[in-house]
């Protein structure tokens, strides 16, 4: 079952003069259940991608689906109650509240939808429990190691128990260590709690984990690789390479 379609999704900035194209035509589909990295040279919209597909940002044509919502019909209240309990975000840099510890970040985005304070962080510890981070909840951010943060930041996404996960480089501020026991995790979220994973990456070896990888180049789809969670980094790191030089 598709959980998300594009159709003719096109992102233009600048003026009608000189318009510059960050996507340009792109029509995309993702399963259920799947795993896609989003693979690319720098600025070839790969972000971007990721933002209309999260309705961080709105097209200017074209269409965006998630389920049967259509995201770039919704209003912006409505569009911020589907980010809320249909995606999860987890970014490069962490995005905790310092001054709040890891059960109280993961349990924000229940308690701003309404859920009570209790429950929210009876839920938060479970969710942090599937990180591996039970010990770690009563620490703030910066008493955790980034890899410690980030688990933290995905339990947050996974709280709300969205439909869709989506990561714009998560692992790209980790260690290969730290990086490896997240995408990990990101590949189990799949697996085992059916959720669909978006993945920009820029690391052919967090690629690999993936089943599809989609190659962007100037704001169009130009190649993909279906995995099934089995890629090979050397190979996918040589794919890259192509699309860089076409």
Do not use: C
């Not at 989003?38 to 269409?63: D, F, Q, V």
């Not at 310092?98 to 209790?118: C, H, Q, S, Y």
Request: glycine share 10%.
């Amino acid at each position: 079952m598709q959980v998300i379609r594009t159709e003719g999704l096109t992102r233009i900035y600048g003026d009608t003069a000189q318009p510059v194209y960050a996507l340009n035509g792109v029509n995309l589909s993702v399963d259920e259940g799947e795993f896609v990295a989003i693979m690319g040279p720098s600025g070839s919209g790969k972000s971007t991608l990721l933002y209309l597909l999260g309705g961080l940002e709105r097209p200017s044509s074209g269409t965006v689906w998630l389920r049967d919502a259509r995201l770039d019909s919704l209003n912006d209240e409505a569009l911020s109650r589907l980010r809320r309990t249909q995606l999860g975000f987890v970014f490069q840099f962490f995005n905790l509240i310092p001054v709040l510890t890891a059960r109280e970040n993961v349990a924000m985005p229940l308690i701003l939808d309404g859920v009570k304070r209790d429950e929210a962080l009876r839920r938060a510890d479970e969710a942090l429990a599937r990180v591996g981070l039970s010990e770690r909840g009563a620490h703030r951010p910066a008493e955790l190691s980034g890899g410690e943060q980030q688990r933290a930041a995905l339990a947050r996404a996974l709280v709300t128990n969205p439909a869709v996960i989506m990561g714009d480089e998560p692992t790209g501020n980790l260690d290969s260590r730290a990086g490896e026991e997240v995408v990990k995790l990101l590949r189990r979220a799949a697996d085992e709690w059916g959720r669909t994973i978006l993945l920009v990456t820029h690391d052919p070896r967090i690629a690999a984990y993936a089943d599809r990888i989609i190659f962007l180049k100037d704001g169009q789809i130009v190649d993909e690789n279906r995995l099934k969670g089995q890629g090979n980094a050397d190979h996918i790191r040589e794919q890259l390479g192509k699309v860089a030089i076409r």
